[in-house]
């Protein structure tokens, strides 16, 4: 069965330091996702990337992040000098279509970053 | 704002007791309403959509109902294996993202 692949499934990084979370989202989707997991607290949108450009991105997504797809199959979010509160668990996800059949989106299994 | 709520936070279950897990929200306008199961450590997994109200949906043990203002997923018969948080999101209209409920903690007992 097709699946979202993310790696690696955990980062440790310093205060400051950039990271690059990579996705493999599923081969025939359209649309890409990354959300993200504070321990505890609920899933939060972050960016969705349709037609090679941002569709629509949260108050979160500042201008430390970013996202590429960098080729047919790769996504990938990168975020420039990173805080300790973007300790999280960042999920990768995609769907065939915004609407009705095929909308559904499915997750990766996630990257948990901890910043120190 | 649009807005999810899920009840109740946290629920223990004897094996093959019963019971309904409540999503309620509060969108402008509904494109539709998702269920997501999330074992610890693990990403988010589908479930179902619903988009109508009136609208059911069965897969094993799990039936998820919509109304206007609320979604229930009903587990009939749980089994210790269905142990995990269900995770509620809906999709408002013009927009791509889901807004997620913070769950609901099921456990079952043998």
């Known amino acids: 069965e097709p699946e979202v692949t993310q790696t690696p499934s955990h980062q440790v990084t310093q205060m400051g330091q950039e990271v690059i979370l990579r996705c493999v989202p599923i081969?025939?989707?359209?649309?890409f996702y990354w959300y993200r997991q504070i321990l505890g607290q609920k899933v939060e949108f972050l960016v969705s990337f349709y037609n090679n450009e941002i569709s629509e991105k949260s108050e979160i997504f500042d201008d430390q992040f970013s996202v590429e797809r960098p080729d047919g199959s790769n996504f990938t979010l990168k975020i420039r000098s990173t805080k300790l509160e973007d300790s999280a668990m960042y999920f990768c996800a995609s769907r065939t279509f915004r609407d009705r059949v095929g909308a559904e989106a499915f997750f990766g299994q996630g990257t948990r970053l901890t910043v120190v | 704002e649009d807005q999810v709520t899920q009840s109740p936070e946290a629920l223990r279950l004897q094996e093959g007791e019963s019971s309904s897990l409540n999503c309620s929200y509060t969108v402008s306008g509904l494109r539709g309403l998702f269920w997501y199961r999330q074992d610890p450590g693990k990403g988010p997994e589908f479930l179902f959509t619903?988009?109508?109200a009136g609208e059911e949906k069965e897969k094993e043990r799990l039936k998820a109902t919509l109304t206007k203002k609320e979604s229930f997923l009903h587990i009939t018969a749980p089994k210790p294996e269905d142990s995990a948080t269900y995770l509620c999101a809906v999709q408002p209209y013009n927009t791509d993202k889901l807004i997620f409920g913070t769950g609901t903690r099921l456990q079952v007992f043998p």
């Open positions: 619903l988009y109508s």
């Open positions: 081969s025939n989707h359209l649309y």
